[in-house]
């Protein structure tokens, strides 16, 4: 059975940092791209980052690019968001989210992330 | 504003069916077939429901469909049942340098 548990998030003030951490299992760990995809309150889905499995390739979306950084220890079947400078609107609910061919087919339950002074 | 337009809210009785549409541009959904839908249950693990447009992973009943026409997907039930009751987000590719998109999510009330 595949499982995907976030950890991490918590309380932060604009400007701050935070790392969550995702702990995979139930499937090859190092065959996989790896996601974070978040959701704003009352808002929609936003892919936010994504690392190939053997971490040579990272992907950003442009409002993170060189704030996040995602990476991956294979050792571990982890995947990590660093995330710095974070901003009252990146206030979210964070998903780590496994790829299957072209789509998400595995998510985890999300790691809150609240953004505020 | 999400890159991908759905109705907010949609609902149906026990048995019947209901659409919901997913709209994006001839750089996402139009552009390609790896459209994906995903249902939000609350305090549960968000699962995948349709891929590839069409496809269902094993085990999501086949009351679930998914078709596109030109820069508009849609995610059929048929068959409502109460346990379908929850938020329904589609997802698109949308090349390299944009990757994914996903809309501002359905939430279907079953009546």
């Known amino acids: 059975e595949v499982q995907l548990v976030e950890s991490g998030g918590g309380l932060v003030q604009p400007g701050g940092s935070l790392r969550l951490s995702c702990a995979a299992s139930g499937f090859s760990f190092g065959s996989s791209w790896m996601n974070w995809v978040r959701q704003a309150p009352g808002k929609g889905l936003e892919w936010v980052a994504g690392?190939?499995?053997?971490?040579?390739?990272?992907y950003y979306v442009d409002s993170v690019e060189g704030r996040f950084t995602i990476s991956t220890d294979n050792a571990k079947n982890s995947v990590y968001l660093q995330m710095n400078s974070l901003r009252v609107e990146e206030t979210a609910v964070y998903y780590c989210v496994k790829d299957g061919g072209w789509c998400h087919d595995y998510w985890g339950q999300g790691a809150l992330v609240t953004v505020a002074s | 504003q999400s890159a991908l337009t759905q109705p907010r809210s949609v609902s149906a009785s026990p048995g019947q069916s209901v659409t919901m549409s997913c709209t994006g541009t001839s750089s996402d959904v139009g552009a390609y077939n790896y459209v994906s839908w995903y249902q939000f249950h609350p305090g549960k693990a968000p699962k995948l429901i349709v891929y590839d447009v069409t496809k269902r992973p094993s085990g999501v009943p086949d009351r679930f469909s998914g078709s596109k026409s030109g820069n508009t997907a849609s995610l059929t039930i048929s068959g409502l049942q109460a346990e379908d009751e929850a938020d329904y987000y589609c997802c698109s590719y949308a090349g390299r340098n944009i990757h994914w998109v996903f809309g501002g999510g359905t939430k279907l009330t079953v009546l």
């Open positions: 690392i190939k499995p053997d971490g040579g390739e990272k």
